[in-house]
T-cell receptor
Framework: NAGVTQTPKFRILKIGQSMTLQCAQDMNHNYMYWYRQDPGMGLKLIYYSVGAGITDKGEVPNGYNVSRSTTEDFPLRLELAAPSQTSVYFC??????????FGPGTRLTVL | AQSVAQPEDQVNVAEGNPLTVKCTYSVSGNPYLFWYVQYPNRGLQFLLKYITGDNLVKGSYGFEAEFNKSQTSFHLKKPSALVSDSALYFCAVRDTNYGGSQGNLIFGKGTKLSVKP
């Protein structure tokens, strides 16, 4: 039981490049989330999903896209990376919407 | 607007002393409140939650939190701090607004706890 896994751990992008952050969970949780964490700003919700095939925007969705084709996977796509997207990205999952289990994070730098 | 406030960016405590990390909230309706902890270079870990019932909630690693409805607070406490408790602590509240965001968590900015030997 690996819990929530995220890849890659670190990534440096150039402005305008694209990439996909991978997230997978093996707990059969319906709810999955993507957050970004900026220093002194706490966590901001980017997108979330209540089940396979269902996604919705969070507080800061601009510049990102998601898909949820299976219960296990919830990839986050960055199109046309910008310096403002430099952050640490966390994926989480939960049975209900409250007690969430977090992955180890992906540290992204856009130069 | 629904929100969570953690008024202290950092709390410094000597090992063995009691610690308190403060949290206040603003939501409509009954609050569902949570504390998470983040150790360096790790994801957040659930500590405890208040849904209903006893105002004093006990959680992992000897932590507890006291819900105070009149003061809209949910302070995290521990009777005797350990150096290993040093971490970033986040308070969160469930979004009660009607709509798609209902049920999602709203996080505070976090409080860095530093416990010195």
């Amino acid at each position: 039981n690996a819990g929530v896994t995220q890849t890659p751990k670190f990534r440096i992008l150039k402005i305008g490049q694209s990439m996909t952050l991978q997230c997978a969970q093996d707990m059969n949780h319906n709810y999955m989330y993507w957050y970004r964490q900026d220093p002194g700003m706490g966590l901001k919700l980017i997108y979330y999903s209540v089940g396979a095939g269902i996604t919705d925007k969070g507080e800061v969705p601009n510049g990102y896209n998601v898909s949820r084709s299976t219960t296990e996977d919830f990839p986050l796509r960055l199109e046309l990376a910008a310096p403002s997207q430099t952050s640490v990205y966390f994926c989480a999952s939960s049975v209900t919407k409250d007690t969430q289990y977090f992955g180890p994070g992906t540290r992204l730098t856009v130069l | 607007a629904q929100s969570v406030a953690q008024p202290e960016d950092q709390v410094n405590v000597a090992e063995g002393n009691p610690l308190t990390v403060k949290c206040t909230y603003s939501v409509s309706g009954n609050p569902y409140l949570f504390w998470y902890v983040q150790y360096p270079n790790r994801g957040l870990q659930f500590l405890l939650k208040y849904i209903t019932g006893d105002n004093l909630v006990k959680g992992s690693y000897g932590f507890e939190a006291e819900f105070n409805k009149s003061q809209t607070s949910f302070h995290l406490k521990k009777p005797s701090a350990l150096v290993s408790d040093s971490a970033l602590y986040f308070c969160a509240v469930r979004d009660t607004n009607y709509g798609g965001s209902q049920g999602n968590l709203i996080f505070g900015k976090g409080t860095k706890l530093s416990v010195k030997p």
